[in-house]
């Protein structure tokens, strides 16, 4: 998904809805959520991880944050 985008391109709603499902499985989610999600864009990824692109949470207040899809796709233990 993330290749279809370009850096400042912001995510369709079809893949912010798939984005959105994936960010629960999230550790962070709940911080990363915030005051909640607006949109979700591609940007370019914090440091240290130059030439790379990532997901961006856009939250209700203007606020932003990065997140990796990668992490949500982690195996996670079962409560």
């Known amino acids: 998904m993330?290749?279809?985008y370009k850096v400042g391109d912001?995510?369709?709603p079809e893949d912010s809805a798939?984005?959105?499902a994936l960010l629960k499985r999230h550790d962070e989610a709940a911080d990363k959520?915030?005051?909640g999600?607006?949109?979700y864009e591609?940007?370019?990824a914090p440091e240290p991880f130059p030439n790379q692109r990532c997901f961006w949470i856009v939250?209700?207040?203007g606020s932003r944050i990065d997140f990796s899809y990668q992490h949500c796709l982690?195996?996670?233990a079962y409560d």
């Open 10 to 12: 912001e995510v369709s």
């Open 33 to 35: 959520i915030g005051v």
């Open 37 to 39: 999600v607006q949109r």
């Open 2 to 4: 993330l290749s279809r």
């Open 18 to 20: 798939d984005l959105g």
């Open 42 to 44: 591609v940007g370019s």
């Open 59 to 61: 939250r209700k207040d």
């Open 74 to 76: 982690e195996k996670k």
